[in-house]
């Protein structure tokens, strides 16, 4: 039964998001927690703090400034996609 447990706290675990996915999940998760209508229960937050620290004790290989950088573009990514989802089905939500 622990097992179960723990194969359902993996997904929502910074370090576990980190240590299997690396900076394409990390990337892929600031992306869909700012523009993916089922990216609110991600841990975002935490996510990047970890990845912070990760990456200050060269656990992960990226120089910080280019950390930060894709962080940037993988938020504004995201939100653009959000909005352009919002734009075009809000409509159709509203009218129903």
């Avoid at 290989?61 to 989802?85: D, E, K, S, T």
Wanted: aromatic share 14%; proline share 4%; net charge negative.
């Amino acid at each position: 039964m622990d097992g179960i447990f723990d194969f359902l706290e993996q997904p929502v675990n910074p370090e576990s998001i980190i240590h299997y996915g690396g900076i394409y999940l990390l990337l892929f998760v600031v992306f869909a927690e700012t523009g993916l209508f089922v990216g609110f229960f991600l841990p975002g937050d935490s996510l990047l703090f970890t990845a912070g620290l990760l990456c200050s004790t060269r656990i992960l290989v990226v120089h910080p400034v280019l950390l930060v950088f894709l962080i940037i573009i993988a938020a504004v990514a995201g939100n653009m996609v959000g909005y352009a989802f919002g734009k075009k089905v809000g409509v159709l939500l509203f009218k129903r």
